[in-house]
């Protein structure tokens, strides 16, 4: 994925995030805002102090979407954002238009949907 795709992909997460923190207070949100908008290398530790910190004023369910948010943005800053963790192939475009943090394909997503279901009658 080239940088400017990246970007724009980046710019989705951190809007995500900011919608989560304006739940918490326009304080976290203007707290990203600006760790965003900082120098390239201290603005990714902001943005991650700030992340950290959001996670604890959240409910678990707020915090584990949080916690996929922070993860997508590590991938992107490691190189690997955008490729399946499953089977390492490009994850569709589209498909992380509609779900930035997706860390699986859609033929892995509905493989492991399927050992889900077939797991259930078992528990
Ligand atoms: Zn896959």
Do not use: W
Request: some cysteine; proline content about 2%.
């Amino acid at each position: 994925m080239d940088a400017a795709r990246l970007e724009h992909f980046k710019q989705l997460l951190v809007s995500d995030l900011r919608r989560h923190a304006r739940q918490v207070s326009d304080e976290q949100a203007n707290a990203i805002d600006s760790a965003n908008d900082g120098a390239k290398e201290s603005a990714d530790l902001a943005l991650r102090d700030v992340v950290s910190e959001l996670a604890l004023n959240l409910g678990e369910r707020e915090s584990q979407m949080i916690a996929d948010i922070d993860q997508a943005l590590l991938r992107i800053k490691e190189g690997s954002y955008g490729l399946c963790v499953r089977c390492n192939r490009q994850i569709d475009e589209r498909r992380l238009e509609a779900l930035p943090t997706a860390r699986y394909d859609s033929d892995c997503q509905t493989a492991i949907e399927n050992e889900r279901r077939v797991a259930r009658p078992t528990l």
